[in-house]
């Protein structure tokens, strides 16, 4: 995966649950400390996260999750 | 074990035991959900691995029951051409697309509802959303949080 489709997952991440700040956990988090990681490296297309101040919410992330419209759309996901 | 409700200022509530709170992990500030079948841990934020690969088997399980594998075989090959499109590609869609191009079946059904670390990892990035409506991946995402 690359920054940019991390990034897209955490807008929209951002825009479900109301959340600025998320945990990234996982192999994506690489993407965070060094942001030029060959896509290579990364061969997830999902997106481990859990909404730094509204833990609750994360469930909320259904919406971007595994099979999801928006798993259908654009190849990619979020999970909680 | 039965519990007495007491008065708390204008509420009445219950006092919970140090062991059974132990059990649950929680501690003060810890949140519970109250629902008609009573009083339990909030939910986790997220799933262990293992579940949520449980979770993806289950999906895969629906599908299986629902669609033939031709059809199957069709959305992996719709999904995997747009996002490749898209500029979204990983190695595993090269194997899921050699898969759904194969026409073998035991082969398609053993990367959907293996247990082997192999189906493990291609399920991560399975290629077929789309195929189950939105209530239903609901449905089976509430059944997996409990």
Known sequence: MRKQQVDHVLRAAGRITGEKQFIIIGSQSLHGKYPDVADQVLKSVEVDLIAGNKAARTEWLNAIGYMSQFHETFGYYGIR | ?146
């Open chain 2, 1 to 146: 074990m039965k519990v007495t409700l007491r008065r708390i200022g204008n509420s009445l509530g219950v006092l919970l035991p140090k062991t059974t709170l132990d059990g649950w992990g929680l501690g003060e500030g810890d949140a519970l959900e109250l629902s008609e079948r009573g009083l339990r841990p909030a939910p986790r934020a997220g799933f262990l691995h293992q579940e949520l690969d449980e979770i993806r088997r289950r999906v895969a399980l629906a599908i299986v029951a629902q669609f033939k594998p031709s059809q199957i075989r069709a959305q992996i090959l719709a999904n995997l051409h747009r996002w490749k499109r898209q500029g979204v590609w990983v190695s595993a869609f090269d194997e899921w697309r050699a898969i759904a191009n194969g026409g073998d079946d035991g082969e398609l059904f053993a990367a959907m509802l293996g247990r082997d670390e192999n189906a493990v990892r291609l399920r991560q990035s399975a290629p077929y959303a789309g195929l189950l409506s939105r209530d239903e991946v609901r449905k089976l995402n509430e059944e997996a949080a409990g």
